[in-house]
C-alpha cells in the first residue's frame, strides 16, 4: 500500500513562532506516539522566487507573518484516519489553543495520495 500525506498551509505572526513552535513540538509527539511515520514542520526561508507563484500568497500570510508548511506521512490512508482519530480525541492536544498563536481558520489542509516516494 502507498504512503498517505496530510500537507498544512498556515501563516503565524513572526512574534509568535517561538510559541507556535513549542505547539508544533507538543503536537509532533503525540502524533508520533499514535503511529504517524513521520511529522514535519518548516518555516519560510526561501520562498517567493521571481517566475513562481507566491507561497505567502498561497497561505495568506500578511503583514508581520511568515509562512510554516508542514506535513505528517502515515502508512496508509487507513492508518491515517485511526491515528487522526486517536489525536483528536487525546486531552493534550485538546488543551493546546490556537487561538492568539495564529488563525486556524486561515490554515490550508488536506489529504494526499503518495505520487513519488516510499
Known amino acids: ?18 510559541t507556535y513552535k513549542k505547539m508544533a513540538q507538543q503536537a509532533q509527539a503525540i502524533w508520533l506516539e499514535y503511529g ?29 507573518e511568515t509562512v510554516v508548511f508542514a506535513w505528517i506521512l502515515y502508512a496508509n490512508k487507513a492508518e491515517r484516519d485511526r491515528i487522526n482519530a486517536q489525536v483528536m480525541s487525546d486531552a493534550r492536544l485538546k488543551d493546546m489553543c490556537c487561538e492568539g498563536v495564529f488563525d486556524f481558520k486561515r490554515m490550508c489542509c488536506g489529504g494526499f495520495n503518495t505520487l513519488v516516494g516510499n
Open 1 to 18: 500500500m502507498e504512503k498517505y500525506i496530510d500537507g498544512y498551509l498556515l501563516s503565524v505572526p513572526k512574534a509568535n513562532v517561538e
Open 36 to 64: 504517524a511515520l513521520d511529522y514535519r514542520e518548516g518555516v519560510a526561508d526561501d520562498i517567493d522566487g521571481e517566475g513562481f507563484a507566491s507561497f505567502s500568497a498561497a497561505a495568506g500570510a500578511r503583514e508581520g
